[in-house]
Structure formats: C-alpha cells, structure tokens
C-alpha cells in the first residue's frame, strides 16, 4: 500500500487520537516538555496537561511558515508535533522543510497528516530516511469514516515495537478493522472524493474572495478565512441560526476567522449564500 516493507513500520489505533495520545505517553514524560505551532490542532496541548508534561507554542508566521525557533532543540524537549496540512489554514509545510527540521531537533517529530489526502504532498517517503519522523494518518477525513475509528502511525519499526508496548491490548475491534481494510483497498471511491473535494474548494475559494473574504489557500477539506469588516463570530452565528454550522475560531495572540469545510455543491452554495446575504445587511 505505502511502499514501505511490512506491517512492522505501522500501528494501527483507535482513530489517529489514540495514537496521538500513545506517542505523548510514550516520549513526554512527566516535567518535560513537547513543542507545537500556534494556531494548530488543540489536543495536542491537553495530551501534554494530562500527562503532567509542560508545551510550548511556536507562532506560524504571517506567511503561514514556521521561524527557525520551532525545530530549535533543546534538552527538555522530548516531542514535536506538527499538524501537516494544519488546522486551522489548510497550510503546508513541505516535505523538503520538514526533513531539514527532523535534521536540527534531537527528539522525535510527529507529522499529523490527518488532512494530507487532499494535498499534493506527503512525508511518508521521509519515515525511512530519519527515524526521528513519525507519521500519523486516519481514516477520519478523507474516507469520510470518522464514525468507524481507525488511525494509523508509520514509523520504523524499533519505534513501533517500543510504542505497541504502551497500547491497549485490543485497542482496534473487528468491525473497524474490516471497514478501514475495505476503505484502503478502494482507491477509486478515494480518488473520487479528493478530486470532488479539490473542485468544490476551488469554486469555494472564488466565491468567498469575491465577497471580500481573504482566504488562505488550502491543503486541506476546509477553508481559512477572514473578512476586513472583522465580525466572523456574528456571520457565523447567522449560519447557524439559518441551520449551516461553519467553526469560529477565536485564538489568542492571533485572532479570529471562519473556518468553513467543504461540503457538496448545495451545501456550499447555501452556505455563501447566507454569508452574502449577511454582508449585504452590514
Ligand atoms: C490535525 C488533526 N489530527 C488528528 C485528528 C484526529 O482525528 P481522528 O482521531 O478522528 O483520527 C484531527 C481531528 O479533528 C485533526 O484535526
């Protein structure tokens, strides 16, 4: 499937959460510490605070890269985590960047490649290159089966033996391991979707640039945006009240905007439509 050499380079969990949750278990231990980028995936932070760890946050440039300071390393930093595509942007970091991170740290760094079937690129290949590069992936997004939980980490095999130590022992039931193994073999439903996907997003980003929104390009299956008139949280709550739930996202030290998934055409369609028509209003 991967062009990777065997089943001992994976392991497979209850969605790719768990495997998140193993791998902060596994090298973050108690009063050290674990790096990620801000804004990104917010779990990352509590996997830290339960685990009695300490985090630090490395502001994404205005660019959507990443300063120097993220691959930075240091004797208390035990973990890196790194949303590829991110949440929220939609934003990558090449393939090419993030071997020449992997190179500078001392620890291991995660690529959460949740989202990476609807981009043009990927890190799996670099797994074999650094043993410092570990890659998550699900079944949650793309294949549209976040209902079935099934996640999966590669990452060369003495790191797979280390961590399938600390895994519960039946962390993946039967059902969800039928439906994921039907879903990896069916790459005509996966391209279908990708290609959908990448169609809607695109008609997607030209609709909201032409109501003013500045829109981040994406990797991703939603879209970062945010309007001069500022008021996402008012747009939102329109949507919602008119029965399209698109996310607010408020963060400190960075501010707000909408980020809208892709949906089908009519959901799209119907979506702008109120965002429009609450522009038109203001
Ligand atoms: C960046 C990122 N990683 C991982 C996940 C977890 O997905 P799952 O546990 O469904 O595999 C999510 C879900 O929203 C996510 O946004």
């Given amino acids: 499937m991967l062009g990777l050499p065997g089943p001992e380079w994976i392991l497979a969990g209850n969605g790719s959460d768990e495997i998140l949750t193993m791998l902060v278990r596994g090298f973050v231990g108690e009063g050290q510490r ?95 290159q650094n043993e410092r590069i570990l890659v998550t992936r699900t079944l949650s997004k793309s294949y549209a089966l976040a209902g079935i939980r099934f996640g999966y980490l590669v990452a060369q095999p003495h790191i797979v033996a280390e961590l399938a130590k600390i895994k519960d022992s039946y962390n993946c039931d039967m059902i969800s391991i039928a439906a994921a193994t039907a879903a990896i073999t069916s790459t005509d439903w996966l391209a279908d979707i990708r290609q959908t996907m990448v169609a809607t997003r695109q008609r997607m980003e030209t609709r909201l640039s032409g109501l003013g929104f500045d829109v981040t390009p994406s990797q991703a299956n939603f879209l970062w945006c945010r309007h001069p008139q500022g008021r996402h949280e008012a747009m939102y709550l329109h949507c919602k009240a008119n029965g399209y739930l698109i996310r607010y996202m408020n963060y400190a030290d960075y501010g707000d905007g909408l980020r809208i998934s892709v949906g089908t055409d009519a959901q799209v369609d119907a979506c702008i439509d109120l965002l429009q028509q609450w522009l038109e209003a203001h």
């Fill in 34 to 128: 674990l790096r990620l980028p801000h804004p990104s995936y917010i779990l990352y932070r509590t996997l830290a605070d339960i685990q009695g760890a300490s985090w630090e946050q490395v502001a994404f440039d205005h660019d959507w890269s990443l300063p120097a300071a993220f691959s930075q390393s240091d004797d208390a930093l035990r973990l890196v985590l790194l949303p590829n595509p991110n949440s929220p942007s939609g934003t990558m970091i090449s393939p090419g960047e993030v071997a020449a991170m992997a190179d500078r740290l001392d620890c291991p760094l995660v690529v959460d490649e949740a989202y990476v079937d609807f981009a043009d690129e990927n890190c799996l290949d670099l797994v074999r």
